[in-house]
Antibody
Framework: QVQLQESGPGLVKPSGTLSLTCAVF?????????WNWVRQSPGKGLEWIGE???????NYNPSLKSRVIISVDKSKNQFSLKLTSVTAADTAVYYCARDTPRNGDAFDTWGQGTMVTVSS | EIVLTQSPGTLSLSPGERATLSCRASQSLSSSKVAWYQQRPGQPPRLLMF???SRATGIPDRFSGSGYGTDFTLTISRLEPEDFAVYYCQQYGSSPYSFGQGTKLEIK
């Protein structure tokens, strides 16, 4: 069974950098999947942040592109998110998710999510 | 960017009834790249349908999806107590991928 687990600081200061990691269990990050970050602001809907392939190819949401870096560490079977110059508007639950050709490239596996609050 | 608009915002029904949830896109979508997710409080989204009409592994057959172009529908034939949750549609055929704002299915 594939599992994803997010980790990282739950509190980030305004203008700082949000850094999260998603560890992948039960699947190899080098398989034919894309690995995604999605966030959900309190009481609101879902926003796609971006995705990465094990080769390092990335796609980002243009609304965040100038502040986002997604990277992959094949040796640790994990991928990471960095979001710079954060503000209160970046306070959200951050999820990592897998999309796989086996399910038509939909997001078939999600982490439990980690709450990140931006506050001084 | 493709905007997805879900309706209704809230749907109040009783167990055993049929639920019909709508998702309308701002431009025509590839049906093969439309998904539906269920989210219960405190939980991550759960994939229900992909390719507009294919059920994900383990999803009961009371869930069905349909649609093409700009209009897509998720139908739950007979509501079970565990089906009361928030449902999101998603398009993942055109970057940036986008989600609808959600339909809350509540017990009447």
């Amino acid at each position: 069974q594939v599992q994803l687990q997010e980790s990282g600081p739950g509190l980030v200061k305004p203008s700082g950098t949000l850094s999260l990691t998603c560890a992948v269990f039960g699947d190899s990050i080098t398989n034919s999947n894309w690995w995604n970050w999605v966030r959900q602001s309190p009481g609101k809907g879902l926003e796609w942040i971006g995705e990465i392939y094990h080769s390092g190819s990335t796609n980002y949401n243009p609304s965040l592109k100038s502040r986002v870096i997604i990277s992959v560490d094949k040796s640790k079977n994990q991928f990471s998110l960095k979001l710079t110059s954060v503000t209160a508007a970046d306070t959200a639950v951050y999820y990592c998710a897998r999309d796989t050709p086996r399910n038509g490239d939909a997001f078939d596996t999600w982490g439990q999510g980690t709450m990140v609050t931006v506050s001084s | 960017e493709i905007v997805l608009t879900q309706s209704p915002g809230t749907l109040s029904l009783s167990p055993g009834e049929r639920a019909t949830l709508s998702c309308r896109a701002s431009q025509s979508l590839s049906s093969s790249k439309v998904a539906w997710y269920q989210q219960r409080p405190g939980q991550p989204p759960r994939l229900l349908m992909f390719g507009a009409s294919s059920r994900a592994t383990g999803i009961p057959d009371r869930f069905s999806g349909s649609g093409y172009g700009t209009d897509f529908t998720l139908t739950i034939s007979r509501l079970e107590p565990e089906d009361f949750a928030v449902y999101y549609c998603q398009q993942y055929g055109s970057s940036p991928y986008s989600f609808g704002q959600g339909t809350k299915l509540e017990i009447k």
